[in-house]
């Protein structure tokens, strides 16, 4: 059994940071692209940005230069840094990945979401 967990979620004033956390736990034998989703009250949900098994990045447009994702291999960890925060970035936070486990299992996981809430 293959979860991901997100934690990192919380309230933050505009202009502030936050580093969401995504741990992958279970007979995981590699993380290939990993992914930062987000959905707002009343929107679809949406790409922020995902990166690859090669360390390549990519970002929607409303968060290039705000936000970074990285990852450690060792951990099972995939982070999304979120910095110059902005009210319209309140939303639940899914972490998502392509994920082969142990028995050469191909699937794709979401977490179960964390919310971020920016505001004065």
């Known amino acids: 059994q293959v979860q991901l967990v997100e934690s990192g979620g919380g309230l933050v004033q505009p202009g502030g940071s936050l580093r969401l956390s995504c741990a992958a736990s279970?007979?995981?034998?590699?993380?290939?692209?990993a992914g930062w989703y987000r959905q707002a009250p009343g929107r679809e949900r949406e790409l922020v940005g995902a990166?690859?098994?090669?360390?390549?990045?990519n970002y929607a447009d409303s968060v290039k230069g705000r936000f970074t994702i990285s990852r450690d291999n060792a951990k099972n960890t995939v982070y999304l840094q979120m910095n110059s925060l902005k009210p319209e970035d309140t939303a639940v936070y899914y972490c998502?990945?392509?994920?082969?486990?142990?028995?050469?299992?191909?699937?794709?996981?979401w977490g179960q979401g964390t919310q971020v809430t920016v505001s004065s």
């Open positions: 279970g007979s995981i034998s590699s993380i290939f692209t």
């Open positions: 990166i690859t098994s090669g360390d390549s990045t």
């Open positions: 998502n990945a392509d994920i082969i486990t142990l028995w050469n299992d191909y699937r794709n996981y």
